[in-house]
Antibody, heavy 122, light 108 residues
């Protein structure tokens, strides 16, 4: 069974940093693109970033470029999101997500974690 | 970036009703469209991909159609467990991958 478990969320002051982790199990982690998707309170879904299987390609939504860094450790079956220079508008539940496996080129999310809440406030 | 516009943003319906939600892309996306259902406090769940392909385990009352820039999600007979928020998402031109604003389906 595919499982994605996020951790690392919490309360941080504006300008601060936080590192999110996603522990993956139940599948061959090194074979899949992985992504982060966030949802601000009461708002819709926003794709944040994704990373290729070997970490050689990474992409970000414009609003986080230069502040967030996605990475992975295939030996530990783990995905990470380093968030620096955090702003109030980064407040959201952050989900780790994996593609369903076929047909969507890596971009249909058939598997999601439970999410971890990041609150940026003074 | 491709913008995805969903309508309506909310609707009220009764159990047994046929419900249709529309998603319009700012440019053609060649059926590269997914639909998700999200219930409060839960992660989204993939319902359909490639505009009309039903994800494994999803009831057949859910269906998708469309082409070019315009797509629809139809629930043929609304069930109590279907009251939720629905999102479309394009994966034709990425990055960035983009979602619609959501449609909340409420009980009438």
């Amino acid at each position: 069974e595919v499982q994605l478990v996020e951790s690392g969320g919490g309360l941080v002051q504006p300008g601060g940093s936080l590192r999110l982790s996603c522990a993956a199990s139940g599948f061959t982690f090194s074979s899949y693109w992985m992504s982060w998707v966030r949802q601000a309170p009461g708002k819709g879904l926003e794709w944040v970033a994704n990373i290729k299987q070997d970490g050689s390609e990474k992409y970000y939504v414009d609003s986080v470029k230069g502040r967030f860094t996605i990475s992975r450790d295939n030996a530990k079956n783990s995905l990470y999101l380093q968030m620096n220079s955090l702003r109030a508008e980064d407040t959201a539940v952050y989900y780790c997500a994996r593609d369903r496996g076929t047909y969507c080129g890596g971009d249909c999310y058939g598997y999601w974690g439970q999410g971890t809440l990041v609150t940026v406030s003074s | 970036d491709i913008q995805m516009t969903q309508s309506p943003s909310s609707l009220s319906a009764s159990v047994g009703d046929r419900v249709t939600i529309t998603c319009r892309a700012s440019q053609g996306i060649s059926n590269s469209l997914a639909w998700y259902q999200q219930k409060p406090g839960k992660a989204p769940k993939l319902l359909l991909y490639a505009a009309s392909r039903l994800e494994s385990g999803v009831p057949s009352r859910f269906s998708g159609s469309g082409s070019g820039t315009d797509y629809t999600l139809t629930i043929s007979s609304l069930q109590p467990e279907d009251f939720a928020t629905y999102y479309c998402q394009q994966y034709y031109s990425t990055p960035p991958l983009t979602f619609g604003g959501g449609t909340k389906v409420e009980i009438k």
